[in-house]
């Protein structure tokens, strides 16, 4: 029963590094999304994919890029890291294409840019 | 605009307290409405769904109530326990357009022995 997997779970970046968040849900579910986390803040929607080949901007995409490699695999890519994108990213799946289907989040991916 | 607004930000409770959580939200149209629980370090779990037509919904030591007509709900906790420790979010959701998630800030908190 893994759910959602989300790696990895820690990492530290300079300044206009790059790198890729990767997340897997083995429920098979349509809907994916990418949320980051902030002190004092609700989760806030970056990206999300309603279902396999479609990827669509949420409330802060802003130097974020997505790729839906298919059903199970979702994954976040910062092109140049800025201090800005300090926080806890996390990845969830949702069954259902209507709106009262729960969402399944990982554990979480702690970010920190330098 | 569609706003959730939960109190307090933060409570201390003793060990076998109750407690009562609130969620205030301003969504419309209105769909449903859900009780998230996020441990530290985790990611949130859900704990129930209200829908328009429920008043209140019980999950274990957990009971939710919902106003849909003052936009009102709750989270009450019975005999807390250490592990009720955690953060609690508040999610609404409207009915227009799938992605339509408003997210509440959390209220934290911390069930001391």
């Known amino acids: 029963n893994a759910g959602v997997t989300q790696t990895p779970k820690f990492q530290v970046l300079k300044t206009g590094q790059s790198m890729t968040l990767q997340c897997a849900q083995d429920?098979?579910?349509?809907?994916m999304y990418w949320y980051r986390q902030d002190p004092g803040m609700g989760l806030r929607l970056i990206y999300y994919?309603?279902?396999?080949?479609?990827?669509d901007k949420g409330e802060v995409p802003n130097g974020y890029n997505v790729s839906r490699l298919n059903k199970r695999e979702f994954s976040l890519r910062l092109e140049s890291a800025a201090p800005s994108q300090t926080s806890v990213y996390f990845c969830?799946?949702?069954?259902?294409?209507?709106?009262?289907?729960?969402?399944?989040f990982g554990e979480g991916s702690r970010l920190t840019v330098l | 605009k569609n706003q959730v607004e939960q109190s307090p930000q933060s409570l201390i409770i003793l060990e076998g307290k109750n407690c009562t959580l609130q969620?205030?939200?301003?969504?419309?149209?209105?769909?449903?409405l859900r009780w998230y629980k996020q441990d530290t370090g985790r990611g949130p779990v859900s704990l129930t769904i209200?829908?328009?037509?429920?008043n209140t919904k019980s999950n274990g030591r957990y009971t939710a109530t919902l106003d849909a007509d003052t936009k009102q709900s709750s989270l009450h906790i019975t005999a807390s326990q250490l592990s009720d420790s955690a953060s609690y979010i508040c999610?609404?959701?409207?009915?227009?357009?799938?992605?339509?998630?408003?997210f509440g800030t959390g209220t934290r908190l911390l069930v001391s022995p």
């Open positions: 969830a799946s949702r069954p259902l294409r209507g709106n009262t289907g729960e969402l399944f």
């Open positions: 429920m098979n579910h349509n809907s």
């Open positions: 994919s309603a279902s396999e080949g479609t990827t």
């Open positions: 969620c205030n939200y301003t969504v419309s149209p209105f769909s449903n």
């Open positions: 209200m829908t328009f037509s429920e």
């Open positions: 999610v609404v959701s409207g009915n227009t357009g799938f992605q339509k998630l408003v």
